[in-house]
């Protein structure tokens, strides 16, 4: 029922930027809160941002803020993760997901559907 298929992602110098795409299936964004979450090679699934549906609130991991902008563009069906000043440890895959939900969550599990992830890679 609900795809989602991120891009964007690629390697890129510290100090850069990157702008995440998430295409997601029709009228996904009015009914569904869209997460992203990173997986670093090793290391645990970790939430970065929400953005609900509708309303389109904003939610942010303590330490991403600041330099992580989450948006969505409900007419190209696409979520948006802009990534500014960027850290070698923010080297991991990407992802997208979605929970039929009004609310947002930082919590892998509870998201039904992913996409493919995209990898962001970090080096000078």
């Known amino acids: 029922q609900v795809q989602l298929v991120e891009s964007g992602g690629g390697l890129v110098q510290p100090g850069g930027s990157l702008r995440l795409s998430c295409a997601a299936s029709r009228d996904t964004l009015d009914y569904y809160a869209i997460g992203w979450f990173r997986q670093a090679a090793g290391k645990e699934r970790e939430g970065v941002s929400c953005i609900s549906r509708r309303d389109g609130s904003t939610y942010y991991q303590d330490s991403m803020k600041g330099r992580f902008t989450i948006s969505k563009d409900n007419a190209k069906n696409t979520v948006y993760l802009q990534i500014n000043s960027l850290k070698l440890e923010d080297t991991a895959v990407y992802y997208c997901?979605?929970?039929?939900?009004?609310?947002?969550?930082?919590?892998?599990?509870?998201?039904?559907?992913w996409g493919q992830g995209t990898q962001v890679t970090v080096s000078s």
């Open positions: 997901a979605a929970v039929r939900s009004s609310g947002c969550s930082d919590y892998a599990p509870w998201y039904d559907y």
